[in-house]
């Protein structure tokens, strides 16, 4: 009787945990990216959600921000990482994925793009349409870390870009040529 309660109780503390860590509720629970600031609901295809082992979590908007993330706590170790399903948006376990790097459609904060499936079908229909590579969760972890200086360097030019235009339009309102 104990044994079966206490199996019980581990199914239970099971789908518990595993709600939690790829729950639908990472959004609300992480609604910006803690470095760029996008709406990770509106990026739900290309959100990330990691769980280090010392129990803490951090919601990003792309496996590029993760990254930054990762490479910056160097000292944590994830313990989970869940990602948004392309194709669904329903968060998936990275591991488990089917990624693709690169095709014609734009990354997420990046220039060679890195999406997630639940199933190989799904990626293999991704790749049909829009191309690229059938990828590994390491071999796209790996793809944004030699990314990350071409991608860094096009985010900080396009965000000058867009301060320059908000000064330009400034001026504009209070008369200025």
Not at 105 to 108: A, D, E, L, T, Y
Not at 112 to 116: D, G, I, S, V
């Given at each position: 009787m104990k044994y079966k309660l206490?199996?019980?109780?581990a199914a239970v503390f099971v789908i518990g945990w595993v709600l939690?860590?790829?729950g639908a509720d990472d959004a609300k629970q992480y609604p910006s990216c803690k470095y760029c600031?996008?709406?990770?609901?509106?990026?739900?295809h290309s959100r990330v959600l990691v769980h280090y082992d010392d129990g803490k979590g951090e919601g990003f908007c792309s496996i590029h921000c993760a990254v930054v993330d990762l490479a910056v706590n160097i000292d944590r170790a994830p313990g989970s990482v869940g990602v948004g399903n392309y194709k669904t948006k329903g968060l998936i376990d990275a591991e488990k994925a089917f990624w693709v790097i690169g095709g014609s459609?734009?990354?997420?904060m990046s220039g060679?793009?890195?999406?997630?499936f639940k199933t190989e079908d799904e990626a293999a229909a991704f790749i049909k349409e829009f191309g690229g590579?059938?990828?590994?969760?390491e071999s796209a972890v790996k793809a944004a870390y030699e990314d990350m200086y071409q991608d860094t360097r096009a985010i900080r030019?396009?965000?000058a870009m867009?301060?320059?235009a908000m000064e330009a339009n400034k001026g504009m309102e209070h008369g200025h040529k």
């Open positions: 206490g199996l019980v109780l939690a860590v790829f600031g996008m709406d990770r609901e509106k990026f739900a459609k734009p990354g997420v060679r793009a890195k999406w997630a590579e059938a990828a590994t969760f030019e396009r965000r867009k301060r320059k």
